[in-house]
């Protein structure tokens, strides 16, 4: 068994992002808040049958990432 998490570097964001959550198929991608304590905030979660990270998955933890902690939006 793997480590549940991995760094993912995102584009158009400064920092890495977490990935976690890791559990055959599923997948959810999060991060650990920069503005609220003790706060991690789940981006989405895939169904991954699949073995490499897809840049569509990235792209979308950065601009979830971008809404909620740059722009406060956390709808």
Not at 29 to 54: A, G, M, P
Not at 65 to 73: Q, T
Request: hydrophobic share 30%; proline share 1%.
């Amino acid at each position: 068994m793997g480590s549940a998490f991995r760094v993912v570097h995102c584009s158009g964001a400064r920092k890495s992002f977490e990935q976690a959550l890791k559990r055959i198929p599923v997948r959810g991608y999060c991060w650990r808040s920069e503005r609220c304590e003790n706060t991690w905030f789940i981006s989405h979660y895939v169904y991954k049958d699949y073995q490499k990270l897809k840049a569509r998955d990235t792209e979308r933890l950065g601009k979830n990432w971008l809404r909620i902690e740059v722009n406060g939006d956390e709808r």
